[in-house]
């Protein structure tokens, strides 16, 4: 079933996708680091290059969530915040309009763990 | 007025406490090293910040509760919350981020100058000096002499449970591991004599594990490091070679050692230069000969589970030797 070009059962992906791409980033960050740092501390530029990428991946994961999420939102249609009534609108445009908060959270939180990786040059 | 009165006398009586910490030998806000100064640089920038918003927000709230109330628009409380609530934080938050994770590897330096190795015991510090090219260190304790202006390498480990090596006038802390070594580098810019702390609680007398470090300017560094070397001084009075006499034939000798003597104990904290030292067992005692009489005699009466025993068997006279004769290693 289809409402507005976005089918309701996927709607709720919208919600919790960028959070998720977020965490993944993480713990693929995180983790590369420590392995990497183990193994071949020499090599902590390549290290960087790979964290720049794994984050615009994400980053660009996380726009296109946010793009979609801006959509099903649908803010610029009637620009209202109030989506609490019982119909299928009203729940729709409240998990659009939650998953691109969520969405933008997630951007800063992107950024924010791969900061280290702009300032800190070395493992050690 | 009477109200007044008591008002002033609590202020008056709670002030000085509270200002004490902005001074003194042991504190964040009295730097006297590199490091230590960017982090209270950080510190005050933040508190000045956290102030104004602090006024700003309160302001804020009088403004739409009680002088201009339901005038706003819903664009503008819009703009409010979006640039105040989200774009103002995340750039703030960010730019604090930039600025402490800029400096982190400044911090993380390797010292160019003078090696050293610390090892946290209970409750005391192994201290080794590594000059340049040395085979074997220079073995000290409890005291950490570093020069000025030059950034020192410290090399950290524990004996057998994990303590924490921070001298808050000269830079953050660092813990220390039983089994492995981790590192930090120091830069002193103030001569002067800094205390410093264990800060992870490592048993019952972590709160007397402490030292003072001393910072001297690079020639005198150099000048103390080659009197550290050498063995220690002879006893200089008849009172001294007696406290001597007693500190061989009580058995000190099979856990301190006192360079150029049989003593060579490595159990605990090395004595070759005790006397030198500006504080007596980790920074809980001033270099006197009363407390080093009332360390001997029962040190566990001054540091709760001390590994030393009592020697309480020793009398007036030979405890005042015995401290004669510690106090003239200098």
Not at chain 2, 214 to 237: I, K, M
Not at chain 2, 257 to 283: F, I, Y
Request: net charge negative.
């Amino acid at each position: 079933m289809s409402v507005f070009g976005i089918e309701r059962s996927r709607s709720l992906w919208h919600l919790i996708l960028a959070p998720t791409i977020w965490a993944i980033h993480f713990c693929v960050t995180y983790g590369m680091t420590a392995i990497w740092c183990e193994r071949a501390p020499a090599a902590s530029g390549d290290l960087r290059l790979w964290i720049l990428i794994v984050t615009a991946v994400a980053l660009a994961m996380i726009l296109g969530v946010a793009w979609r999420a801006w959509r099903q939102w649908d803010y610029t249609d009637d620009y209202d915040y109030e989506h609490d009534g019982p119909t299928i609108e009203d729940r729709r445009e409240f998990l659009g309009h939650a998953g691109f908060l969520l969405a933008v959270v997630s951007v800063i939180g992107v950024i924010y763990v791969a900061l280290p990786a702009a300032f800190v040059g070395s493992c050690g | 007025m009477r109200r007044r009165t008591w008002q002033r006398r609590g202020a008056s009586l709670l002030l000085p406490g509270l200002l004490a910490g902005c001074s003194g030998v042991q504190s964040i806000l009295a730097p006297a090293g590199t490091d230590a100064a960017f982090l209270s640089n950080l510190f005050w920038v933040m508190l000045a910040g956290a102030v104004v918003l602090w006024f700003f927000m309160n302001g804020l709230m009088v403004y739409v509760w009680r002088v201009n109330v339901g005038h706003m628009s819903s664009r503008k409380a819009e703009a409010l919350i979006i640039g105040g609530g989200i774009v103002f934080p995340t750039v703030v938050i960010g730019v604090l981020l930039s600025v402490a994770l800029n400096a982190m590897p400044d911090m993380r330096a390797e010292g160019t100058g003078t090696r050293l190795k610390v090892t946290g015991e209970q409750w005391w510090w192994r201290v080794e000096y590594w000059p340049e090219g040395a085979e074997a260190p220079i073995v000290s304790a409890n005291e950490i002499v570093l020069p000025a202006n030059s950034r020192s390498e410290i090399g950290l480990t524990a004996d057998k449970v994990i303590h924490s090596f921070w001298v808050p006038a000269l830079g953050g802390k660092t813990d220390m591991f039983p089994g492995r070594e981790t590192r930090m580098s120091l830069e002193p810019l103030k001569p002067g004599t800094y205390r410093g702390q264990c800060t992870e609680f490592c048993g019952e007398s972590h709160a007397w594990m402490a030292f003072n470090t001393v910072v001297l300017p690079q020639d005198e560094y150099d000048a103390w490091l080659d009197a550290q070397a050498e063995p220690a001084a002879a006893p200089a009075s008849e009172s001294a070679e007696r406290g001597q006499a007693v500190f061989l034939s009580e058995g000190c000798g099979a856990c301190h050692a006192v360079r150029g003597t049989a003593a060579a104990g490595k159990v605990g904290p090395d004595l070759t230069h005790l006397g030198a030292r500006t504080s007596l067992a980790a920074g809980t005692l001033p270099m006197t000969q009363d407390a080093l009489v009332r360390w001997v005699r029962d040190a566990k009466a001054v540091k709760p589970g001390a590994e030393m025993p009592a020697y309480d068997h020793l009398t007036e006279d030979e405890l005042s030797d015995l401290a004669a004769y510690l106090e003239g290693l200098t």
